[in-house]
């Protein structure tokens, strides 16, 4: 497995690695951990672009060493770069050539040495990365302490192919013994695209009971991937639209890790791209793994 980690020396890369120390990760695991200097910033500096660029790069390879230090420490791999030039094309063209399984963000960053803004560089990477991308936040205590234990883990489903590869990350990682897995599927209640009011009762009734039987199939589906692979979870079927389900569910179970695919199930529904999947790792109380 190869980890991208686009860092910074902000707060969120601090709680960044603190949750990569604290997770297993498989065999064999390679990681590097990416800077970029945003040229812009540095361009409009008022002490010069040469002597910024330089003390830029200088404070970015300290901070990356240290960085690399502590995640050599766990027996992994560790690589490390720096480039210059706008952070969310730069992370994308490095995850271009280096090709990781899976990009790590922090929710935010302001630090000297790059900015990592939620919204602008996570929400570009997170559009058109060709990998999975998670963007890692503090605990509920803002602690940046190790993983609360119980670690909880949602997973959202809807029975597409996209949600299957969730399923499948989820199943396929060594958690700890102490993790709860929570399997959601959303019972919608509206057709999108069209009014409730221009459509006949017994039609809405038909949509209602199909949208039933495919949100248990996706739970039922779940339920059968995991048995096979010796997961225990539990399993629970969401009424309402799925950005605001979602939400609200990992609210309320405290949730430290949400995880959803990238694409949704039918031409009718909407694809979670770009609406759903963006929706919850922009505004989600927790960590989110938006699996591709």
Not at 201 to 206: G, I
Request: net charge negative.
């Amino acid at each position: 497995m190869k980890v991208l980690l686009a860092v910074d020396d902000s707060a969120a890369t601090q709680h960044l690695v603190n949750q990569i120390c604290a997770r297993p990760w498989p065999e064999p695991t390679e990681m590097c951990a990416l800077t970029v200097i945003d040229s812009y910033a540095v361009a409009h500096s008022l002490t010069g672009f040469d002597a910024v660029t330089k003390f830029q790069v200088e404070a970015a390879e300290a901070f990356l060493h240290n960085v690399c230090r502590r995640l050599s420490g766990l027996g992994l791999k560790v690589t490390n770069a720096v480039v210059e030039g706008y952070p969310p094309l730069q992370i994308l063209d490095y995850a271009e050539q280096w090709k990781p399984d899976l990009i790590l963000l922090g929710s935010h960053g302001h630090g000297a040495v790059a900015r990592f803004l939620l919204g602008s560089t996570s929400k570009t990477v997170i559009r058109q990365a060709q990998c999975s991308v998670e963007i890692i936040r503090p605990s509920e205590d803002g602690k940046a302490g190790a993983s609360p234990v119980p670690f909880r883990v949602l997973v959202a489903t809807d029975g597409s192919e996209s949600s299957a590869q969730a399923l499948e990350s989820v199943a396929s990682m060594p958690w700890p013994a102490h993790t709860d897995v929570t399997v959601m599927s959303v019972l919608e209640t509206t057709i999108p695209l069209a009014d409730p009011g221009y459509l006949p009762a017994n039609l809405m009734d038909a949509v209602f009971e199909e949208n039933k039987r495919l949100a248990q199939q996706a739970l039922d589906d779940a339920k059968t991937l995991f048995d096979a692979r010796h997961v225990t979870g539990s399993f629970k079927m969401v009424e309402g639209t799925p950005k605001t389900a979602i939400l609200e569910t990992a609210k309320n179970l405290h949730a430290d890790l949400i995880v959803v695919g990238s694409h949704g199930r039918r031409g009718l529904q909407r694809v979670l791209l770009g609406s759903v999947s963006e929706t919850v790792a922009l505004h989600a109380p927790c960590s989110v793994l938006i699996v591709r």
